[in-house]
Every structure is written in C-alpha cells, then in structure tokens.
C-alpha cells in the first residue's frame, strides 16, 4: 500500500479513537478493510494473535515472511521528525539496526554518512536476496531481536524501530539490546491502542509514553529520554552513564 505517514496516522485515529471498542472488534466488521488490505492473507492475519501461544518459531517467522508483501516500508511507518532525530542521535563509529525490514532507515543512515568509515549491521527475520544487495557498507544478518548474535557493547549505537510492538518476548528482547549496546540505544513504537484486529503483526502495544516507560524498567534518571513524536514513541538511553 502506497500510503503517506500521515494518511496512516489518520486512519489509525479513526480506527482505534472514534470507533466504540465493540465496533473496531468485530470481526465482521474489519473483514472487508482486511481483506482489502491483506487479501488472500487476511484471515491469517486476523487469526494471528489468538493463534500465536501455540505458535513454533518457525511457524511465527514463516507468518512474516508469507505476508511479508504486505507489509508496510519504514519510510512509510517511520515519520519525519523520527528519522531526523535518529540521524541526529547516532553516537560512535559502529552501528547495529535490529530489524531492518527493507532497508529503508539502514540505507538512509549510510547515504547520510556517505565517505565515512561508519560501520553498519542490520539484522532482521526475514531477508530477502534484494536486501542483501542493497549496500556494500551494510553487513546484513538473520537474527530475532530477543537473540542477537553478537557480544556485549560491540556497537556503539544500537536502534530498534518499529519492531519491539511484534515481538514474543518483550523483556528479554529490550535486555538484548541494552546488552549489545556500548553508548546508545535508540527505539521507537508507535503509539497504538490494544484491538483484536489489526493491520499489522503487532503484539505489544503501547498507548502512552508511560505505557512503553514501564516495559523499559528499571529506569535511571538522567540517562534517558521519550517523548510522543508525531504518533510514535521516541526513546533513547545513554548506556553506561554513572
């Protein structure tokens, strides 16, 4: 779907803040946006959450990649004023994406460094063959965001967008990427109101800022920020800060 950030925020406020609680979970109600939507894959998709607890991990990650070319990009996900501040508050030399999705945010981080010697990994669950093609600079690997591959603090700045709002197991995963990370972490989750149905994967959901800062105790003052940021929730911690 080629929609505009804006044109899904206002679908979303729709949807999830004027429609009655009864209306926006019925089933008969969201078929035929669904269907619309996701097609031959609706009923996967609408299935999905109630599905999930008897779900193996490889069944969990095939849903993603059989639905995959319905999927939203980041560029359409992600907001101006997001990726702006990501830009902004990357810190050091080394770079992890944890859930890259298509690439979109990983290459605009490489076409804004472009001549440096910034070193940049990427991981997501699914990969395809273009993806892996896209950059010489981006070593891209397979990984879920609850098990990453790689050493305590071996990157310098660590950025998860859109991606923790789909995971499994929520707090081992935000322990992954504090663990990875040697200066700074930086997520972001969008801003979205629990319903049985929704067009997308999504798992966790978070309505407030408070929301989100809960999931991410135990907090220290001082060494973190988080704001609503055009409909999404901006976080970034400074990582070992005494």
């Not at 220290?220 to 940021?229: D, L």
């Amino acid at each position: 779907m080629n929609l505009s950030r804006n044109s899904m925020l206002k679908i979303n406020f729709i949807l999830d803040q004027l429609l009655p609680p009864i209306v926006r979970d019925w089933k008969l109600f969201m078929k035929l946006p669904m269907h619309f939507v996701f097609s031959k894959k609706a009923e996967d998709v609408m299935n999905f959450k109630e599905r999930l607890p008897l779900l193996s991990t490889e069944e969990y990650v095939s849903m993603y990649e059989d639905t995959e070319p319905y999927h939203l990009s980041k560029d359409i996900y992600l907001n101006t004023r997001c990726i702006e501040a990501v830009l902004k508050d990357i810190v050091g030399s080394s770079i992890l994406e944890v859930g890259c999705g298509r690439g979109f945010l990983v290459q605009k981080i490489c076409d804004t460094t472009e001549g440096s010697t910034l070193e940049v990994t990427a991981t997501d669950i699914v990969l395809s063959d273009q993806l892996k093609a896209m950059s010489d600079r981006i070593k891209f690997l397979k990984a879920e965001v609850s098990d990453l591959p790689f050493a305590e603090k071996e990157f310098d700045t660590v950025i998860c967008t859109h991606v923790l709002e789909h995971v499994i197991d929520l707090k081992k995963s935000i322990n992954e990427l504090r663990r990875v990370a040697r200066k700074r972490l930086i997520i972001v989750v969008p801003m979205q109101r629990p319903y049985r149905y929704t067009f997308n994967l999504h798992l966790r959901f978070f309505p407030y800022v408070h929301s989100f800062l809960l999931e991410m105790m135990p907090l220290r003052k001082g060494t973190f920020s988080c704001v609503n940021m055009g409909g999404d929730i901006y976080y970034v911690e400074n990582i070992n800060i005494a």
